[in-house]
Structure formats: C-alpha cells, structure tokens
C-alpha cells in the first residue's frame, strides 16, 4: 500500500528547447552517445556546440555539447563523458529514449570550415570525446567539397573508448548521402597511451617522432597544402596548438580564416 514516490516536474524555462531522448548507446564505463529529436528551428553549422541540460530543477545545469551529428540530419547526436559526481553527467548518463532533454537555443564555435582557407588535406585532431565535432563535419558534404583528404586521428586510453570513432568511419561508407563523397578521402588513425595496441602514445609524440606519417605513408604538415582542427582536453589543445604554431600555422576564425581552429571537448 505504499504510493510510487512522484518525480518532481519542474516547468520548462523560457527560450529553452525541450526534446526527446531517441537512443542511448553506452560505450565504457566512462562514454555513450545518445540522439534526441531535432528542433524545426535550430540551425547550426557542422562542428560547433550546444548547450545541454535536463530538466530535474528550477535552474538546470546547462553544459556545452558538440553536435556530432551532420547539420542536414533530423536528429541531434552527442557523445558524453560520464563523470561519477559530474553536475549534469551523473545524471544525462542515465537518460533513457523517451526522456526529455534541454537544449539552449543557439549553436556556436569555432570548429567550423568556413574558419579554414582552401588546402588539399584537413587533418582532424582529437583524443577522448573531443572527437564529437568531425563525427559532424565527416557526415557533411561540405567537407569533401573543400578537402581532396581527410585525416582524423583519435587517441584514448584504452581500445574500448576507440570503438565510436571507429564505428562512425566504418558508417561513413555506406552512408546513402555521403559514401560516394568519402569513399577512399577518410583515414582515421588511432592510438591509445594506456592499453597495449598496434599504435601507442599520445598524437603530439607520434607526430613529432614521424611514426604518424611513416605509418600511414604521408608527407608531414605542411601549411602550404594542409589545414588542422583541434578538439580535446586543455592541455591537448595547448600541445597540438604549440605544435603546429611550431610549423607555422596561423590559427583562423570566421572573421578572418586561417589554417588551424582548435576547441575544447567541454564536459570533463
Ligand atoms: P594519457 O593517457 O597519456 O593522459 P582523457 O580521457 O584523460 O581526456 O585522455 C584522452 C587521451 O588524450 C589519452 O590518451 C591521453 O593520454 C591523451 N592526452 C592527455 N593529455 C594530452 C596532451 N597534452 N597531448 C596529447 N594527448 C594528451
């Protein structure tokens, strides 16, 4: 004769979209991916972020969240980190489809290609979940327009936390809209620095040390025919930024394009 204990339902604040959880997919222990519906109205440029909360208070915890999802698909699609006592990802680690998840109306950054001059090859840099912008950009077809090539490499500690990049690249070919742009132009390289794989180490010691490009026969960075973007932890972001600086590239935006764009992966 006990009553269910009620969730609380807290109202829905003003200029805030509130969508529905689609499909949840867990990773690890420590990464999932999720899709929810698309609001009508957003617009959003492949590569940049939102930002994303649930609705369980008066004032919820909004966190930045790069869409990984292409900006002509329907649904939305993140991938998340889960942080134990995470303010927003103990809890969005437990949504299920049908839940219903807050979204800011306005999408912004700087991982975007109009930020980038012409080049041949467009190399994406991106350990952990920072590689959720290029699972955007190498869904767009905008991409294959500007680039002859892309190279994505993504760096995580263990073989598990590989499994989104790889399965997203391995998608990309039997995509309706986009297999017949990326066929042969996508390249993913990967590594891991805490299980034992084909390729150790961080990607800033394997470009330094040249195995990056001698493991995949290339000619090294070269501003002259290459642009770079950069997502990953702060300190991933200041090494590659130091990196390729190191080259000469010049860093870009939308008011005045360069050769690298560089943005954080937020929720940590
Ligand atoms: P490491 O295991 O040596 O720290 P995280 O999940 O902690 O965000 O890390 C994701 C990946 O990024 C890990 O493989 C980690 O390597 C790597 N990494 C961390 N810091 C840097 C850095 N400064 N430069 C390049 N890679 C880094």
Redesign the pocket.
Known sequence: NTAEAKPVQFPIPANVYAETVVSVKHYTDRLFAFRITRPQSLRFRSGEFVMIGLPNAEKPVFRAYSVASPAWDDELEFFSIKVPDGPLTQHLQKIQPGDTVLMRQKATGTLVLDALTPARRLFMIS??TGIAPFASLLRDPDTYERFEHVYLTH???DRAELTYGQELVASLQDDPLIGEFAAGRVTLYNS???EETPVMG???TLIETGKFYSDLGIEPLNRETDRVMIC??M??L???KDLVEARGFVEGSLNSPADFVVERAFV?
């Open positions: 350990t952990g760096t995580c500690r891991t620095t805490r961080r990607i800033t990953g932890s300190h991933m200041r090494d590659v940590g």
